[in-house]
C-alpha cells in the first residue's frame, strides 16, 4: 500500500485510482476469548475487581498490549509533521471549518388565507427561487422515491436527476442536482456531505425512519463542535417529510407512522428541528428559516394536498421565528385554549372553535409548528433555544384548561410538552393513536378520534361541562361508534359543525 501511495497515480478511464488498505486481525485481538463468539461480549468470566482468575486474564490480556509511553512519542513525532511539512491540520482545514454565507431568500408568494393550495408545491416554489437566487452554492436533492408524486416538479424540471445516461426528453442531466437512490440514508448523506451547499432532502413520512441513524450522528457532531467551541457553519438542512400520516392511504397502515417526528423531539432542540406549517405560506416561510439555522437538521412535516390557506406572510415569519402564533379568540377572556399541531389538525380545531363560539364557550386558538420550542430544557445549550417562561404564560395562560390536537402520537407529543401539560384534568391530547387502513383524510381522522366533534367533546371534559351541551344527539351516538360518522365527517363536504 505505501509504494503505491508513493508511486505516480495509476490511471484509469473515470480518473485516479485511489489506493488503500484493509488491515485485517482477530476479533478481540489480546483478550481472552480472543477469535471467538467470548469477543463479541465480556471476553472475562467474572468481575476483575473481585475475581482472581479473571484479574489474572485481564492483567496478561493487558501486558500483551502495553505500548511504552517512549514508543507512543515516537509514533506521535513521526506523524505529526504539519509544522514541517507546512501543512495544516486536519481539524482546521476549510473543509471542517466551513462558514456559509446565509443565503439570500426571496419574498414568499403572498396567498391571502381563504383560498385553498398545496403546502408542498409551495415549497417546490420557494426552495427552487432559493436555488436561483444563490448561484454560487451548490445544490444537492436526496430524493429515495418520486418527487413529481411529491409535487416537487418545479425541482425535478429546474435541477434535474443525476444520471450517467440521460433519456432525451426526461428531466435528467450528467450533472443534475437531484440525487435519486431507493435508500434513505444514502440520499440523506449526500445532502449531509455537501456542506458549502444548499440542501433539501424529501421523503415519504413513513419511510423517513430509515435515516434517523444518518441524522443523529450529524446531529451529535454538530453539538460536540459547538461544545467545543468550533460551531458548525454549515447551512441547516431541511428533512421534508410528506406523503404523510393523514394523506398516505393507498399502502394502509404501513404508509402511517409520525415516528421520525417523535423520534427527532427526542433529540436535543437547538440542533434538532421539527416544524409543522399549517398552510402554503408557513412550509414556504419554515424552509427558508430551516436554512438560516447554521450546524442544524430541521425536519418539516409537510402536506402535499390543498389545504386551506390559514396565515399571511407575516404570521408565516413569525411562526417560523417564534415556534407558535395565536390564530382565534381572547387569549384574555378565554375560559378554554385549544392547541392545533399539524395542517390537518388546524382545520379540525378551528371547526371546533366555531362550535364552541356559537355555545358561547370563550376560546382561544394557538397553532403550535414548533413544539420543542416550549420544551423544559434538558441542558444549558437547550435551554438557550427554548422560549423564555414570559413569552410561554403569555402565550399559555398557565392555569387556563386545554385541549391539544396533534400530527404525532399523543403520549410523546405531551411528553415533549410537560411544562404546558396542567394534569389530566384540564389537560388532554388528542393524535394518531394508531388506527389507519384506506382510508381519506376525515376517515384517518374520525379513526383516531381527531375529528372537531373529538376535540369539543375533550373540551367538554376540561370545562367539566355535559357534552350534550355542545353535541347533537347524531353526533354524539357517531362519537360512541353506534351512529353514522358522516353526522361528523361530513362537513368535509360542506356541511357546519
Known amino acids: 500500500m505505501e509504494a503505491r501511495l508513493q508511486a505516480p497515480g495509476e490511471s484509469h478511464d473515470r480518473g485516479v485510482v485511489l489506493p488503500y488498505g484493509i488491515a485485517e486481525t482477530v476479533k478481540g485481538y489480546g483478550f481472552p476469548g480472543a477469535g471467538t463468539n467470548t469477543a463479541h461480549n465480556l471476553p472475562l468470566p467474572g468481575n476483575p475487581s473481585q475475581d482472581e482468575p479473571a484479574r489474572a486474564l485481564f492483567n496478561e490480556g493487558a501486558a500483551a498490549l502495553f505500548v511504552p509511553r517512549t514508543e507512543l512519542d515516537q509514533a506521535l513525532a513521526a506523524l505529526d509533521t504539519h509544522q514541517t511539512q507546512q501543512r495544516m491540520r486536519e481539524r482546521d482545514h476549510a473543509l471542517a471549518t466551513r462558514q456559509v454565507p446565509p443565503p439570500r431568500v426571496p419574498p414568499i408568494a403572498d396567498r391571502a388565507p381563504g383560498g385553498t393550495s398545496s403546502p408542498m408545491q409551495a415549497l417546490d416554489a420557494q426552495f427552487t427561487s432559493i436555488a436561483e437566487a444563490n448561484p454560487q452554492l451548490r445544490v444537492c436533492v436526496g430524493n429515495p422515491d418520486e418527487l413529481r408524486s411529491n409535487k416537487l416538479d418545479r425541482t425535478l424540471d429546474t435541477l434535474k436527476h443525476r444520471v450517467q445516461e440521460p433519456e432525451q426528453g426526461v428531466a435528467e442531466s450528467t450533472t443534475g442536482a437531484v440525487i435519486t437512490a431507493l435508500n434513505e440514508e444514502a440520499v440523506m448523506c449526500a445532502a449531509l456531505g455537501n456542506k458549502d451547499g444548499l440542501n433539501l432532502v424529501v421523503t415519504y413520512e413513513a419511510f423517513a425512519p430509515k435515516m434517523l441513524g444518518a441524522v443523529r450522528q450529524e446531529l451529535i457532531f ?260 353506534r351512529g353514522n360518522s358522516a353526522t361528523i365527517i361530513a362537513i368535509r363536504h360542506g356541511a357546519r359543525p
Open 222 to 481: 454538530s453539538r460536540h463542535l459547538r461544545q467545543a467551541g468550533r460551531p458548525p457553519g454549515w447551512l441547516g438542512v431541511p428533512l421534508v417529510l410528506t406523503s404523510h400520516t393523514w394523506e398516505n392511504a393507498k399502502n394502509e397502515q404501513s404508509h402511517q407512522d409520525p415516528t421520525m417526528a417523535e423520534a427527532l423531539l427526542g433529540e436535543m432542540a437547538d440542533v434538532s428541528r421539527v416544524v409543522f406549517p399549517p398552510d402554503s405560506n408557513g412550509a414556504a416561510a419554515a424552509l427558508a428559516h430551516a436554512y438560516a439555522q447554521l450546524g442544524t437538521v430541521t425536519a418539516l412535516v409537510v402536506p402535499k394536498r390543498s389545504v386551506p390557506d390559514v396565515l399571511t406572510p407575516d404570521q408565516a415569519h413569525n411562526l417560523a421565528e417564534a415556534g407558535a402564533v395565536h390564530l382565534a379568540g381572547d387569549p384574555h377572556g378565554a375560559q378554554l385554549m385549544l392547541v392545533a399541531t399539524g395542517a390537518y389538525q388546524l382545520q379540525e380545531i378551528l371547526r371546533a372553535y366555531e362550535r364552541l363560539s356559537a355555545h358561547d364557550v370563550p376560546t382561544t386558538v394557538v397553532y403550535l409548528g414548533e413544539p420543542a420550542r416550549f420544551r423544559a430544557p434538558r441542558d444549558p445549550d437547550e435551554s438557550t433555544y427554548v422560549q423564555p417562561a414570559a413569552f410561554v404564560h403569555e402565550l399559555f395562560p398557565p392555569t387556563m384548561p386545554r385541549v391539544f390536537l396533534t400530527h404525532t402520537r399523543p403520549e410523546p407529543f405531551l411528553g415533549v410538552l410537560r411544562p404546558l401539560d396542567l394534569g389530566p384534568a384540564t389537560t388532554v391530547a388528542l393524535g394518531f393513536i394508531n388506527c389507519g387502513g384506506t382510508l381519506d383524510v376525515p376517515g384517518l381522522l374520525f379513526a383516531n378520534r381527531s375529528t372537531w366533534a373529538h376535540v369539543v367533546d375533550a373540551a367538554a371534559r376540561v370545562l367539566e361541562r355535559a357534552t350534550e351541551e355542545l353535541l347533537t344527539v347524531d353526533e354524539r351516538t357517531a362519537l360512541d361508534g
